[in-house]
């Protein structure tokens, strides 16, 4: 069956790090994957996109990569704060078109100390 | 705009009662999704509509649960008889597919409901 795990349920890690999160995936052949951020009591913000074709994206102090032949992704916080404290979700889609869920991993709880 | 807006936020009721979630999609989204939130299970989607048709159900863990969408800005999950076991974080989102057609999620805040 189709699987998707992220690799720790929690990360800690020192104020101006790089914190680096990590989504694997099995039986899947995903079209593109998401991150998500979600804060306590809320529900999910979306972050960024990445493509099967795509190697890499970046956004701000974000950066997410794609690797279909580890059938991996990893996410990136560079100069991490504390405000940068939360829980990120990946997030695959077996579909290019508009059409299929979203199926998200359980999550990794970042907490960035000062 | 509001964002999608969900209701009640905070639901408490006995084992056996009927509970109601609401959702309003953003306007001009034409998906809209359920999902329910354990610490167990993490995310699982119960439900998606496309144009207000449900386009997989096969999410939706019994025939206590059922999703309905009657018009583009309205929506509604009830579960009845409810169970313990259905305490949970429900969450509603809505989306227009943009690039390369990908659905990009809008979550409402949730629905948590504690069934004693």
């Known amino acids: 069956s189709q699987k998707i795990e992220q690799n720790s349920e929690a990360l800690n890690i020192q104020e101006g790090k790089t914190a680096t999160l990590t989504c694997n995936y099995t039986?899947?052949?995903?079209?593109?994957l998401q991150w998500y951020r979600q804060d306590p009591g809320r529900g999910p913000v979306f972050l960024l996109l990445i493509r099967e074709n795509e190697k890499e994206k970046r956004k701000e102090r974000l950066k997410v990569t794609f690797d279909t032949t580890l059938k991996q992704s990893l996410f990136h916080i560079t100069a991490s704060q504390p405000a940068d404290s939360a829980t990120y979700l990946c997030?695959?889609?077996?579909?290019?078109?508009?059409?299929?869920?979203?199926?998200f991993g359980k999550g990794t709880k970042l907490s960035v100390k000062p | 705009d509001a964002g999608v807006i969900q209701s009640p936020r905070h639901e408490v009721t006995e084992m056996g009662q009927e509970v109601t979630l609401r959702c309003k999609p953003i306007s001009g989204h034409d998906y809209l999704f359920w999902y329910r939130q354990t610490m167990m299970r993490g995310l699982e989607l119960l439900i998606y509509f496309n144009n207000n048709v449900p386009i997989d159900d096969s999410g939706m863990p019994e025939d206590r649960f059922s999703a309905k969408m009657p018009n583009a800005s309205f929506s509604t999950l009830k579960i009845q008889p409810s169970e313990p076991r259905d305490s949970a974080v429900y969450f509603c989102a809505s989306s227009k597919p943009g690039e390369a057609g990908a659905n990009v999620l809008t979550f409402g805040a949730g629905s948590r409901l504690t069934v004693l």
């Open positions: 997030a695959f889609s077996n579909y290019g078109g508009s059409q299929g869920n979203l199926i």
């Open positions: 039986n899947y052949s995903p079209a593109y």
